[in-house]
């Protein structure tokens, strides 16, 4: 992995607290105390701020100071996925977020303006959801997610990456900034792509062919044949069907995939991509796998061992919470994913998104202790998905 890459100092503040999410050793641990600090001054702020959710609170006699401990911040009620579908686009936005989309963000910092606007892609069958990112929340994430490739990418045989996600999608953008901010030089496919077979056309003839073309590729995995599924881009599956020349296999030495699980029975990608580059004679193209939603990003990302996704201490907290009780899953336990997007637009606080996933502490082979998440898949009963976790409202 890299050692070399140095990353302008980041914060991610609320309040009095903050931390710094430029530190790369930060992924080497469990989520410590400083980064729950600044959760609980994030939920402070928002429960002042947004009306929503100094009604949500009162209803359940919390009050925004209370919110310093664990124990008061499991407490509160999680968001279900029914609920935040059926809010009007701006309710999770603070009061003066609201009145600025009336009149303006004029003479507003710049930090604060509401930077970025993204839409869930409505996969779980109810109405998508709006996400607001200011540009300080932006950079925060982005800076997070380069620190993350950073220590986990082989970035010394990598430096142009051809991004296969639609250009209106969250990961498009995404993608083309943390990489950009890391050094690689990234190219998405062009509006007028609009094939796989045009997709595949660009990424052969474009990227500095003079330098040898693409060597790193960002791109949703595909879905088994019979699975339902909404496109966000081109997909690796649908490449690989069609690259009789083995460009992937050739050329491809990282893919970076999300949007929905890589290692699905049926597809086979990793296994596909590697025969390529045995019939190239060259190693192994290296597989990584980030997770995220348009809600909120980073949420985690597996190391080269590809044995869970690790959680990132970043602008989003994850847990696993047990459906039945509420309360966090134990190691090698089983629940819904529920995240708390800590930034200054769109407010998520405890929202189940509609995943779940086996929760793990045993320290990976990489030697790293952070929290993995194993086993990701969209809950497809739309009951749960409008119930959320027990002690939602």
């Given at each position: 992995?890299?050692?070399?890459?140095?990353?302008?100092?980041?914060?991610?503040?609320?309040?009095?607290?903050?931390?710094?999410?430029?530190?790369?050793?930060?992924?080497?641990?469990?989520?410590?105390?400083?980064?729950?600090?600044?959760?609980?001054?994030?939920?402070?702020?928002?429960?002042?701020?947004?009306?929503?959710?100094?009604?949500?609170?009162?209803?359940?006699?919390?009050?925004?100071?209370?919110?310093?401990?664990?124990?008061?911040?499991?407490?509160?009620?999680?968001?279900?996925?029914?609920?935040?579908?059926?809010?009007?686009?701006?309710?999770?936005?603070?009061?003066?977020?609201?009145?600025?989309?009336?009149?303006?963000?004029?003479?507003?910092?710049?930090?604060?303006?509401?930077?970025?606007?993204?839409?869930?892609?409505?996969?779980?069958?109810?109405?998508?959801?709006?996400?607001?990112?200011?540009?300080?929340?932006?950079?925060?994430?982005?800076?997070?997610?380069?620190?993350?490739?950073?220590?986990?990418?082989?970035?010394?045989?990598?430096?142009?990456?051809?991004?296969?996600?639609?250009?209106?999608?969250?990961?498009?953008?995404?993608?083309?900034?943390?990489?950009?901010?890391?050094?690689?030089?990234?190219?998405?496919?062009?509006?007028?792509?609009?094939?796989?077979?045009?997709?595949?056309?660009?990424?052969?003839?474009?990227?500095?062919?003079?330098?040898?073309?693409?060597?790193?590729?960002?791109?949703?995995?595909?879905?088994?044949?019979?699975?339902?599924?909404?496109?966000?881009?081109?997909?690796?599956?649908?490449?690989?069907?069609?690259?009789?020349?083995?460009?992937?296999?050739?050329?491809?030495?990282?893919?970076?995939?999300?949007?929905?699980?890589?290692?699905?029975?049926?597809?086979?990608?990793?296994?596909?991509?590697?025969?390529?580059?045995?019939?190239?004679?060259?190693?192994?193209?290296?597989?990584?796998?980030?997770?995220?939603?348009?809600?909120?990003?980073?949420?985690?990302?597996?190391?080269?061992?590809?044995q869970g996704l690790h959680l990132a201490v970043g602008p989003t907290f994850t847990e696993v919470l047990d459906e039945k009780t509420g309360k966090h899953v134990q190691n090698g336990e089983r629940g819904l994913v529920v995240i708390t997007g800590i930034r200054h637009g769109s407010r998520f606080i405890r929202y189940a998104v509609g995943d779940e996933a086996t929760y793990v502490t045993d320290t990976c082979r990489c030697g790293r202790a952070s929290p993995?998440?194993?086993?990701?898949?969209?809950?497809?009963?739309?009951?749960?998905?409008?119930?959320?976790?027990?002690?939602?409202?």
């Amino acid at each position: 992995m890299s050692e070399n890459v140095t990353l302008l100092r980041k914060v991610l503040r609320f309040g009095d607290e903050e931390i710094d999410i430029s530190n790369s050793e930060l992924d080497q641990h469990p989520y410590p105390e400083q980064y729950r600090r600044v959760l609980y001054a994030f939920v402070r702020d928002t429960v002042n701020q947004c009306e929503f959710y100094r009604d949500r609170m009162a209803r359940v006699g919390i009050k925004a100071e209370q919110v310093t401990t664990q124990e008061v911040f499991n407490a509160i009620p999680p968001l279900s996925s029914g609920e935040v579908s059926a809010l009007n686009d701006s309710t999770l936005l603070t009061d003066q977020a609201r009145e600025h989309l009336k009149t303006g963000f004029y003479g507003v910092p710049l930090e604060q303006k509401l930077w970025r606007k993204f839409t869930s892609s409505g996969s779980s069958g109810l109405r998508p959801k709006v996400s607001y990112y200011t540009r300080e929340d932006w950079e925060v994430l982005t800076t997070t997610a380069a620190r993350l490739h950073s220590k986990f990418l082989p970035l010394n045989k990598v430096s142009r990456m051809f991004n296969c996600f639609n250009a209106a999608h969250v990961g498009a953008k995404f993608q083309e900034d943390s990489f950009s901010l890391l050094g690689m030089s990234v190219e998405g496919s062009h509006l007028t792509r609009t094939t796989p077979e045009a997709v595949l056309d660009q990424m052969v003839t474009s990227g500095a062919s003079e330098f040898g073309g693409f060597n790193a590729l960002a791109i949703t995995p595909g879905m088994p044949a019979g699975v339902k599924g909404i496109s966000k881009g081109t997909n690796l599956d649908s490449m690989l069907n069609l690259d009789m020349d083995n460009f992937i296999g050739k050329n491809i030495r990282v893919i970076i995939t999300s949007g929905s699980a890589r290692d699905v029975a049926g597809l086979n990608l990793k296994e596909r991509v590697w025969e390529g580059n045995e019939m190239a004679g060259v190693e192994k193209t290296k597989f990584f796998e980030m997770y995220g939603y348009s809600e909120s990003l980073p949420n985690a990302m597996d190391c080269e061992f590809n044995q869970g996704l690790h959680l990132a201490v970043g602008p989003t907290f994850t847990e696993v919470l047990d459906e039945k009780t509420g309360k966090h899953v134990q190691n090698g336990e089983r629940g819904l994913v529920v995240i708390t997007g800590i930034r200054h637009g769109s407010r998520f606080i405890r929202y189940a998104v509609g995943d779940e996933a086996t929760y793990v502490t045993d320290t990976c082979r990489c030697g790293r202790a952070s929290p993995r998440l194993v086993n990701i898949q969209r809950v497809e009963d739309m009951e749960r998905l409008q119930q959320g976790c027990a002690g939602g409202l």
